[in-house]
């Protein structure tokens, strides 16, 4: 197999979950093949270079094997060459608050906290 579309290729490779996933990834230009925004159908070939965003991660490969079988993580690590990865591991703003984000610890307590609270005696 020399050509595969992109999205069986992102799958098989563990880049997603689903192909649905991947599919919704490249139609939300998420996903660059050699420096373009692909079509699902576009088929990629070894050597090919992919920008993949993802939200905790975006990551820059270059295909090795063209294959449709998912297997397992090692397997899968086989099919690609890792040339950059950037995990997107940022502490949240404050803007975060609004979006219902807080720090463990602060603000309403929880169930477990309003149970230890009203366990005490005094």
């Known amino acids: ?6 999205d069986k290729w992102l799958w098989a490779a563990r880049f997603f979950k689903t192909r649905g996933v991947a599919l919704d990834a490249i139609k939300g230009g998420k996903i660059e093949l050699n420096g373009h925004k692909p ?3 576009k088929t990629l070939s070894v050597g090919d270079k992919l920008k993949i965003t993802q939200a905790h991660r975006q990551v820059e490969v270059t295909v090795l094997i063209v294959s449709d079988k998912r297997g397992s993580a090692e397997q899968a690590q086989t099919l690609y060459q890792l040339d950059n990865e950037v995990l997107n591991q ?3 703003s404050i803007d975060m608050a609004l979006v219902g984000y807080r720090e463990k610890g602060a603000g309403r307590p929880t169930k477990r906290d309003r149970r230890k609270i009203d366990s005490m005696e005094f």
Do not use: F, G, T
């Open 39 to 41: 079509k699902p159908s």
């Open 1 to 6: 197999m020399d050509k595969l579309r992109v």
């Open 90 to 92: 940022r502490k949240p």
